[in-house]
């Protein structure tokens, strides 16, 4: 079976915007890449299609085999990085553990990793901060991870929640 039968357009799309999203948050712009980007970045993605994983492979050679329009469409995207990413995670919820690892694998250490090490010292290793933020990417991509409540929010909309532990960002849900 296929893993696009057991997707919906959307769901679908938002997964081909992912290596989009890795690379913006590597380059640290949404758009206006430099062609040397753009080329580095094809190199990698077409590298990351070839890592282990059946949902990996397809849905990284759709987006290789139909790169252009896939850019066009990420350069009217409105979301966050840290948005479209964890929408990326919730969309993975249920799948096979292997694949949704092999997909984060694959997007995180393959493409996002090559991209972040050309852009480092030589071109030969990623900057602490690429390291760091990569690290980052990765926890957004993870499935059931949802973003802590805005006490600030919850306190004006009339909400009463228990004070958070300090320094609680994100708490994972099943």
């Known amino acids: 079976m296929r893993f696009t039968e057991h997707f919906d357009s959307d769901q679908?799309?938002?997964l081909q915007?992912?290596?989009f999203l890795i690379?913006?948050?590597v380059s640290g712009r949404y758009r206006d890449f430099a062609p040397e980007e753009m080329a580095v970045f094809e190199r990698w993605l077409d590298a990351a299609a070839l890592a282990p994983g059946s949902l990996n492979r397809e849905v990284l050679t759709s987006v290789s085999a139909d790169i252009t329009a896939i850019a066009a469409q990420y350069e009217g995207y409105a979301g966050t990085i840290s948005g479209?990413?964890?929408a990326?995670?919730?969309i993975l919820v249920g799948q096979p553990v292997p694949e949704v690892n092999g997909f984060r694998h694959a997007l995180i250490h393959v493409l996002g990793a090559g991209v972040a090490r050309a852009r480092g010292p030589y071109?030969?290793?990623p900057t602490l901060e690429a390291s760091q933020m990569l690290m980052m990417l990765d926890e957004f991509l993870r499935p059931g991870i949802n973003f802590a409540p805005d006490p600030?929010?919850?306190a004006a909309a009339g909400v009463l929640r228990a004070h958070r532990a300090p320094g609680l960002?994100?708490?994972v849900g099943t």
């Open 17 to 19: 915007i992912a290596p």
């Open 12 to 14: 679908w799309s938002s």
């Open 169 to 171: 960002r994100f708490w």
């Open 88 to 90: 990326v995670g919730d």
């Open 23 to 25: 690379l913006s948050g």
């Open 152 to 154: 600030v929010a919850d």
């Open 123 to 125: 071109g030969q290793e």
């Open 84 to 86: 479209g990413l964890t």
